[in-house]
Each structure stands twice: as structure tokens, then as C-alpha cells.
């Protein structure tokens, strides 16, 4: 004990500055693949690119031949104003992102020209000597030389939550994989929990394992989504159908009338009547405006059409570590040694007994703990008694016997002032027992409470106390091993990783909405049950584990992927071949996930949903949206978002294809009656300043329907321009045009002037499009959704009448629309098709909603 202490060993061999250049120039810089984020013209670039900008752009166009040019200046300005919100969104975005990086790149100890340095882990190269302690994050692939008491938290690579023994190798160890312990080999990103140790760097950037799941990013197509391509295609086909009728107007006008100039200002009336730039108008701000919206709860949209795509999920896939639990350790059982057979219990055992299995698991670890285990257990302290505490701090450390592969258990002794040394020791139950001599009764008694805590889902160590004597005189010398040593058994601790707050409230709201949750993890299927269970996870009984999915063939695992919820041992091609084998079924698939190992199955899913907070970059750059808090809760409000954005995206279409009915319509019925034309290209502006303002930003601006959680997810084979929609747009559309024509052909018939026949059939026209957006917010609510709060829609409401009334009875403006002033009596007339349009669709809603009632078994 007194002899002198031995010189410190040489050190390793090193690279030079000189070696380390050389092979940084040749291998580059030790990034990951995705790692450097896009720059602002890039993004801009981008931006500019997208189809429906493009189309925005095109429609701006069109109306400059036209020769509108205020029409094609405000929609200018509209793209401008479009371009910036969808830049300014990205930037953002992408800087949040920016800011949650770190982790792919952390700083490293590296031994060159034989001495210590720190740098960038950027710019660690290979064969370089990396000093690894508690708390670091392994910058690089290492090959271990020397390690102590080395714990590494591998959960990023593996998905298991408890941290791996690690072991100094030798010349002939050969690459192994992630996971498991004993092994020579440390991984880039992964956290040191405990010890120290030298590694020789093997791989770095792409080389190493999380640069190679990176790399099946690449080889996966992004789809445009469902909504993207209908909006397309229903542009292309309402532009068509325009584009035709112009035609037909323009020729039947100059044939039959021989009045070709007349013809092509009726023409160029019904091309901006008809022109379909709501749709890609509607898009674009829907989908802006409702990232924008979840972004002020802590859910970046790195690609906004996954908000809407994200409300008809059908299957969620969540990782377990770090998403739906706390990936921290808990206390979550005690059993002492008098009580091994209730161990199913909470804690089992007295007070006392237990407080002193407390204090032994205690002093059996570091005071300023790292490993999650040790820090758990003084948490429990803290909880427990401040007296307990105060008695923990009179004790001195005297000796420590690390964690060795022989024996798997850590011992420490302990003195203070007076009296014998204490020892404290914990580890595997196994190495415990064997360590206290149980006998084979106590040893069975002790296993199978193991076995019961095991089934419950808890990570299990024993403990085991004793004294050593060191009081006056010279104490005996200190054993060299541990089993010199007289211990006596002390009980057992189940640690569990704790589950988030808030999630069995957001399992429960996603079942009720139809949703399925399936638990896709890469720790024990005991461990997933106990998790499954305390989360109220449905189909908690049946488990498919990595080895399951390995011997099915495609068709079995589509058979499996569609009754099977919780899935154990899983590796990344795994999850990946999960995701495929739930979009083969025909379902939305939306996967959560925080490390590398999630990445490829984020990028293949319908909607990857990264967590911000703990992960790499490679996950957060393969997912479509990133919850920077890690809320499991605000996953499922963003689902409810993503619901009403199409609910509310589907009353938008409606109102606008509805809309469009009576305004085509009045542009084509008189041309056909051989009456006075009703509108000129000025009543097209009016209109459209009404109908821009209200399908693009009143619509998105509907709260959300009561049952907007309580219906099951839209099938991935709905359209939103589905025959239903179509057969109520039309139909409320050609309800409110025979409403109009018969008001405009009654005013002339009974003798009205031109101008006032106009300025009746006009403003007809206006309140039957206010009639059509309040019939339109009605949804799953039947009527009573008319009458929802929706401060912007009464401010477009309020507004469109006043600048009717300014049309109308302002002189000037008057005169440049070619109306005349109605009197009370006819404006009161011109208000009946709004009525008897508003009528029609409250009397439709409410039979619509009884029949759906029935066919519910729910009492109207």
C-alpha cells in the first residue's frame, strides 16, 4: 500500500501534424454525407421551381395579354408575396435546424506529435489516438486500446437504451456491428456513460456506421404528394375547360353575330372568370400558413405538404427510446432480501431494509455520476430522505474494483472517521450471487424474482453490502479480486426508462381518431411489453422481433405489418422494410424517430417526423417534419392540424369550382338569351377580389370540426376532388346561377334599363358568392358550422358590402362598372338567390347529416 508509485507509461505511438493533413486532404472532412445545409439560393432556387408558383406565374401571364393589367399585377404581386412567405419559411427552418446540429461533429482529444490535442471532430482523420472519457461524444469509428470501466450509450446506432461494456481489443479483432457487449470497437456519435479509454480511429465521415445509413438516403425517391398531384391535374383540366369555352364564345360570337370584337371581349371576360388560379393559390398558402402555424408549437415542417399528408396517417411508427420514453434510467423497483417473492410489487420490502439497499447501490457508485444507472440512484436518494443523504456524504472513498469481463460487477470501499470500512458492491445478479455464496435455494429464490422483474420490462442489478476492518494497528491488506472479499446479498433495483409525460393521453386521442400505433424498437421484447402496457398500447400480447422479420418473405411480413404492434431487436433495415411493408397494405405511414438507425425508414415513410432535441442530422434532414421539444403530445396535434387543413382545403375547392358556376354562367347565359351582358372584364376583378381573399386565407383560417379526432384517417385512395365534392360544388353552383338568370331575366322583362338589370344581376352575383362561402364552412358540424367564429371570413364579409354599396351607389365607380343605383326594392330582390342558395345548402347539411347519423346508429 506504501510502496513507491510506478512511472506513467510511455505513450502511444502518434500521427504528426503532417500525417494528419495528408490524410485529411485525402479522405476529407469527418462529416456526414448530409451535414451541410442548403444556402439561401439554393433554397430561393428552389422556391422559384415549384410547379405551382410556376403555374401562378404563367396565370400573371396570361392576364398581361389579356391586357387586365391590374388583375396581372396584383396576381404578381400575389407570386412575390407567395415566394417570400414559402423563403422566409425554409430559412427558418432550416436555421433551426442549423441550430439543433452538433452532434455529427463534436470536439475530440487526439494524440499528434506526441501530445494532447483538442480539436474539431471534423477534423479527426484516421489512425488518429482518440482519448474517450465520461461524458464525451466518440467523434469517430475506433478500434479500443486501452479502457477502464468503459460504458458507451450506442442508443443513436442500435435503439437499445441501455448503455454497452466495452473491452480493450487486440491485432486480430475483426469489425464488428453496434450492439452488445465485450466488444473492442466505439462508434461515431455515441456517448461515453462511464470510464476512459485510447482508440485507434478506423473509419471517419461516410466510413463509419452512421455514415454508411446515411448513405441509404440517396437511394431513396421522394413522392410528390397526393394532393400535390391532384391540384395538378385538376389545373390542367379546369384550364382546359376554359381554354375551350373562350374558343366556343369567341367563334360563336364573330360566326353567328358577325361581331368578332364583341366576341373577344366576352371571350376575354370568360378567361378571367374561369382562368384557375385559385387552386394553386389555395395550395401554396394552405400548406404555408399551416407550417407557419405549427411552427409556433415546436414543429419545423422542412417540407410543408407533409402537414396536410400528415392528417391521413394511418399507421404511426414509433421508436420507443427517446420518443415515447424519457431516455433517461428511473428507479422503478426495489426488492429486498426478505421479500424476493413479492417482487412484482412496486417495492418489496420495509423502510428500513430498503433505504438501506438504497444506500449500498449508492456507495457502490460515483458521486458525480454519469453512467444513467448511478445518476437514477442518487435521484432515488434526493427523494427518498435528506438525512439518508447526510449520511452518505460522511463516507470517504478508499478503493474501488471496476467492472471487469470475468466479473461482472463493480465494488467499492468506504471509510469515515470511526469504525470499519464499508463495502458496497452491485452488478449482475448472477456475478452477485456468486460473489456472496448463496446457497442453491437463495439463488433460485433470487432468479426467479429477477425473472418477474424481467417480465415487467425493468433492467435488474444486485446489490451486496460488507466490512472490512481498519481501525487501530495495520489493517489487513486488501484483496486483489473482488470474491477476497465477505459480502452479504442485499437486495435487487429494476431500473426502467420512464415513459413521456402526455403519452398514453396522445396514444389514447390517435386510437380514437382511427390511428394505429406500432412500436418499432431495437430493445428487448420484454422491455417493449412493459412499455406497451404502461403506454395502454392495443395488441400489447404480440411481438414480432428483428429474427421474425428476417425469415418472412414480402408477403408474410405484409400479413404480419398488419395485425402485429410492437416490434423488438430490430435493425434499420428492419424498420426500413416495415415501411414498405405498411405502404404495400395501402396505409399513410407516418415514423417517428431520433437516431441514425431511424433515418432511412423517416425518408421511405409517407411522413417522417424527427425529434429535435437528442438525434443526429441524419434523421433530421431525411424527415418531412422535426418536433424540436421532443412532444409526443405535439405530434398528435399536429396530426389534428393536418386533418383540418384538408377538411378546410376540401371547402375551399367546393366554394371555389361552386363560385365559378353562376360567375361562368352569367358570362355564358346571356351571350345564349341574346340579353345584355352582365359582366365585363372590371366585374371579373371585382369578383376575384372577393374570391382570392376568401378560398385562400378565410377558408384556411376555419377552426377545426368537433369531430375532427374522432373519425378514422381519410383512406389514401380519397381524392379531394372526389365525385361527392364535385356533385356538391356543381349542384350549389347551379342552384345559385338559376337563382341569378331568373332574377336578371325577370328585371328585364319587367322593363328595367340595361344598367339597372346589370347592376341587379351584379350584385345578385356578389351576395350569392357570400351565400356560398358561409354555406361552405359547413362540414362534419352540419349547419351549425355556419356560424363558427371566424374573424377574418366576417372581415371579407363586411368588406365585399361595402365596396358593393360603393359600387353601386357611388357615382364614379358606378359609372366605370355600367350600373345604375337600385333602389331598396331591388336590392332587397337581389338578395333572394342568396337566400334561396344559403337555404338549399342548410337543407342539404342538416339531411346529410342525419343520414350519416343513422348509418352511425347514432339518434339524430
Known amino acids: 500500500m506504501n510502496a513507491e508509485a510506478p512511472s506513467a507509461p510511455p505513450l502511444p505511438p502518434s500521427l504528426s501534424e503532417r500525417d494528419a493533413a495528408a490524410r485529411l486532404a485525402r479522405d476529407g472532412y469527418n462529416e456526414l454525407p448530409s451535414a451541410r445545409p442548403p444556402g439561401f439560393w439554393a433554397i430561393a432556387w428552389d422556391v422559384v421551381r415549384e410547379p405551382m408558383l410556376l403555374l401562378l406565374v404563367a396565370a400573371a401571364t396570361v392576364y398581361l395579354v389579356l391586357g387586365d393589367h391590374g388583375e396581372a399585377i396584383a396576381l404578381a404581386l400575389s407570386v412575390l408575396v407567395m415566394i417570400g412567405i414559402t423563403l422566409h419559411q425554409r430559412r427558418k427552418t432550416e436555421r433551426a435546424l442549423e441550430a439543433l446540429r452538433g452532434l455529427a461533429s463534436p470536439r475530440a482529444q487526439v494524440l499528434r506529435d506526441g501530445a494532447w490535442r483538442t480539436v474539431a471532430g471534423r477534423d479527426v482523420v484516421v489512425d488518429d489516438l482518440l482519448r474517450v472519457k465520461e461524458g464525451d461524444r466518440i467523434s469517430a469509428d475506433a478500434h479500443l486500446e486501452t479502457a477502464s470501466d468503459l460504458m458507451v450509450d450506442e442508443s443513436l446506432l442500435t435503439g437499445e437504451s441501455v448503455p454497452v461494456a466495452k473491452r480493450p481489443g487486440g491485432p486480430a479483432d475483426l469489425p464488428t456491428r453496434p450492439g452488445g457487449d465485450d466488444q473492442p470497437w466505439v462508434y461515431s456519435g455515441t456517448l461515453v456513460t462511464r470510464g476512459q479509454g485510447l482508440a485507434r480511429v478506423v473509419a471517419t465521415g461516410r466510413g463509419t456506421e452512421m455514415g454508411r445509413i446515411g448513405g441509404h438516403l440517396a437511394v431513396i425517391a421522394e413522392e410528390p404528394t397526393a394532393l400535390e398531384r391532384e391540384t395538378r391535374r385538376a389545373v390542367v383540366v379546369f384550364a382546359a375547360i376554359g381554354g375551350t369555352l373562350c374558343a366556343l364564345v369567341v367563334a360563336w360570337y364573330g360566326i353567328v353575330r358577325d361581331a368578332w370584337l364583341q366576341g373577344l371581349l366576352a371571350g376575354i371576360t370568360l378567361a378571367m372568370a374561369n382562368i384557375p388560379e385559385e387552386f394553386p393559390v389555395v395550395l401554396t398558402v394552405f400548406l404555408a400558413l399551416g407550417a407557419w402555424r405549427i411552427a ?42 426478505r421479500a424476493l417473492g413479492a417482487a412484482s410489487r412496486r417495492d418489496a420490502g420495509t423502510e428500513d431494509e430498503l433505504d438501506g439497499l438504497v444506500e449500498i447501490l449508492v456507495l457502490a457508485s460515483e458521486r458525480d455520476a454519469f453512467d444513467p444507472m448511478e445518476r437514477a440512484l442518487w435521484a432515488d436518494v434526493a427523494k427518498r430522505s435528506p438525512s439518508l443523504r447526510l449520511r452518505l456524504d460522511e463516507w470517504m472513498p478508499v478503493r474501488t474494483w471496476p467492472l471487469s469481463p470475468a466479473q461482472l460487477t463493480v465494488t467499492r470501499a468506504w471509510r469515515r472517521s470511526t469504525g470499519p470500512c464499508r463495502i458496497a458492491a452491485k452488478g449482475a445478479p448472477e456475478a452477485i450471487a456468486d460473489l456472496c455464496g448463496l446457497t442453491a435455494g437463495e439463488r433460485a429464490a433470487m432468479l426467479h424474482a429477477v425473472d418477474a422483474m424481467a417480465r415487467d420490462g425493468l433492467r435488474v442489478l444486485a446489490a451486496a ?41 396522445a396514444i389514447a386521442e390517435c386510437r380514437r381518431a382511427g390511428i394505429r400505433t406500432v412500436m418499432i424498437t431495437g430493445d428487448h421484447a420484454a422491455t417493449a411489453r412493459a412499455i406497451a402496457r404502461t403506454i395502454g398500447l392495443a395488441g400489447g400480447a404480440s411481438v414480432a422481433t428483428g429474427a421474425d422479420i428476417d425469415a418472412m418473405t414480402p408477403a408474410a411480413l405484409r400479413a404480419c405489418a398488419a395485425t402485429v404492434d410492437i416490434y423488438a431487436r430490430v435493425t434499420p433495415e428492419h424498420k426500413l422494410r416495415l415501411v414498405q411493408a405498411f405502404k404495400a397494405n395501402g396505409q399513410v405511414v407516418a415514423m417517428t424517430g431520433d437516431g441514425v438507425n431511424d433515418a432511412p425508414a423517416l425518408r421511405a415513410a409517407n411522413i417522417g417526423v424527427a425529434m429535435g432535441q ?9 424527415a418531412a417534419l422535426v418536433l424540436v421539444s421532443d412532444d409526443f403530445a405535439s405530434l398528435v396535434a399536429a396530426i389534428a392540424l393536418g386533418r383540418r387543413i384538408h377538411d378546410n382545403l376540401r371547402k375551399a375547392i367546393r366554394y371555389i369550382i361552386s363560385v365559378h358556376v353562376p360567375t361562368v354562367g352569367m358570362a355564358l347565359v346571356p351571350l345564349a338569351a341574346g340579353w345584355p351582358l352582365v359582366f365585363f372584364p372590371i366585374h371579373i376583378v371585382f369578383l376575384e377580389l372577393v374570391i382570392d381573399p376568401a378560398c385562400a386565407i378565410a377558408f384556411e383560417a376555419e377552426p377545426p370540426a368537433a369531430s375532427v379526432m374522432r373519425r378514422p384517417p381519410r383512406s389514401l385512395a380519397e381524392r379531394l376532388f372526389d365525385m361527392r365534392t364535385l356533385a356538391e360544388a356543381f349542384g350549389e353552383g347551379a342552384i345559385a346561377l338559376a337563382a341569378v338568370a331568373a332574377l336578371y331575366a325577370a328585371a328585364l322583362a319587367l322593363g328595367a334599363g340595361e344598367e339597372t338589370a346589370r347592376a341587379a344581376g351584379f350584385a345578385s352575383v356578389v351576395l350569392v358568392n357570400l351565400a356560398l362561402i358561409v354555406g361552405n364552412r359547413a362540414g362534419d358540424d352540419g349547419p351549425a358550422g355556419m356560424l363558427r367564429a371566424n374573424r377574418v371570413l366576417w372581415w371579407i364579409v363586411c368588406a365585399t358590402l361595402a365596396g358593393l354599396a360603393i359600387t353601386l351607389y357611388v357615382a364614379p365607380v358606378s359609372h366605370v362598372f355600367r350600373i345604375a343605383p337600385l333602389p331598396a326594392e331591388g336590392l332587397a330582390a337581389s338578395a333572394l338567390p342568396a337566400a334561396v342558395t344559403l337555404g338549399a345548402i342548410a337543407l342539404w347539411r342538416s339531411l346529410r347529416g342525419v343520414a350519416g347519423a343513422r348509418r352511425a346508429g347514432v339518434p339524430p
Open 296 to 337: 409556433a408549437s415546436g414543429v419545423l415542417a422542412r417540407r410543408a405538404s407533409a402537414v396536410e399528408a400528415l392528417g391521413a396517417a394511418a399507421v404511426l411508427g414509433v421508436d420507443k427510446t427517446g420518443t415515447l420514453t424519457e431516455n433517461r434510467m428511473a428507479v422503478a423497483r426495489l426488492v429486498g432480501t
Open 465 to 505: 453490502g460488507g466490512e472490512w476492518p481498519l481501525g487501530a494497528g495495520r489493517p489487513p491488506p486488501w484483496p486483489e479480486t473482488q470474491r477476497g472479499l465477505a459480502l452479504s446479498f442485499a437486495g435487487l433495483v429494476g431500473f426502467l426508462d420512464p415513459v413521456r409525460e402526455g403519452v398514453p393521453e
Open 614 to 622: 437528442r438525434g443526429s442530422d441524419v434523421a433530421r434532414e431525411a
